[in-house]
C-alpha cells in the first residue's frame, strides 16, 4: 500500500514538474520569439521604419497664410485636403496638454515611448475579459507614430501587425524628440475629424 502511494505521489510530482517546465519553455519561447521580432523590426527587416534622417525630419505639409500689412490673415492657401496651420509649443493651452495627458496617455512624461502598465491591463481586458473597451494601451507617442508613418489598415489583422512596428518607432520618436516637442507635433497632426487635422483646423 505504501509503494502505490509512493509511486502516486512521485507521478503527481512529475508532472507537476512537467507542467512548470513546459510553461517555462513556453514563455522562453515567446520571450526569445518578441526579441527576434522586434529585432527585424528595428532593422527594417519587417514592415517600414524611417531612418534617423526622416525621424528628425517628419514630411509634413502645412497651409500658407497670407496675411496683410497691417498683420491681418487674408486668407489660407493649402495644397491638400490637411488645411493644417502649425502651432508652437508655446502657443498651446497648458489646461489643454493637460488634459490629453489625463485622458490619453497619464504616464507620460513616465515613459519611454511604451506604456507597460497600459499596455498590459489592456491586453488582459481584450484577451481575457473580452471588453471591448479595453481603455487603451496606446501612448501619445505610439499615436504619434501612427499618424506619421502607418498607412490605414484595412482590417484588424493588419492594424494588429502595424502595432509592434509603432512601438519600435515610438522608441526611436523618444530619443530623438523632447516630450514638449512630442505632444507639439501629435496635436499638430492629429485628426479631430471633419477634415479639421491639427489643432489650429
Given amino acids: 500500500m505504501s509503494k502505490r502511494k509512493t509511486s502516486k505521489q512521485n507521478n503527481s510530482s512529475e508532472s507537476k514538474y512537467n507542467i512548470i517546465t513546459g510553461m517555462w519553455r513556453i ?8 526579441i527576434t ?25 502645412y497651409a500658407s497664410q497670407v ?13 491638400n485636403k490637411e488645411n493644417r496651420i502649425f502651432v508652437k509649443y508655446s502657443d ?8 490629453l495627458i489625463a485622458t ?11 506604456d507597460v ?7 488582459v481586458k481584450t484577451l481575457l475579459l473580452h471588453q471591448e473597451d479595453s481603455g487603451g494601451g496606446s501612448t501619445i507617442t505610439q499615436q504619434l507614430a501612427k499618424l506619421l508613418y502607418s498607412p490605414k489598415a484595412g482590417n484588424k489583422f493588419q492594424r494588429m501587425m502595424q502595432k509592434p512596428i509603432e512601438w519600435v518607432i515610438a522608441v526611436k520618436l523618444e530619443r530623438y524628440y523632447s516630450k514638449d516637442e512630442i505632444i ?18
Fill in 67 to 79: 496675411v496683410s500689412a497691417e498683420g491681418q490673415l487674408l486668407f489660407t492657401f493649402s495644397q
Fill in 104 to 114: 490619453e496617455d497619464i504616464r507620460f512624461y513616465k515613459h519611454s515611448g511604451i
Fill in 92 to 99: 498651446l493651452s497648458p489646461h489643454l496638454i493637460d488634459a
Fill in 27 to 34: 514563455f522562453g519561447f515567446l520571450i526569445l520569439f518578441s
Fill in 117 to 123: 502598465i497600459g499596455l498590459g491591463r489592456a491586453i
Fill in 37 to 61: 521580432i522586434f529585432g527585424l523590426i528595428s532593422v527594417g527587416a519587417i514592415g517600414y521604419i524611417p531612418d534617423i534622417e526622416e525621424l528628425e525630419n517628419p514630411i509634413d505639409k
Fill in 184 to 201: 507639439n507635433l501629435y496635436l499638430n497632426k492629429y485628426d479631430f475629424n471633419y477634415n479639421a487635422i491639427g489643432i489650429e483646423s
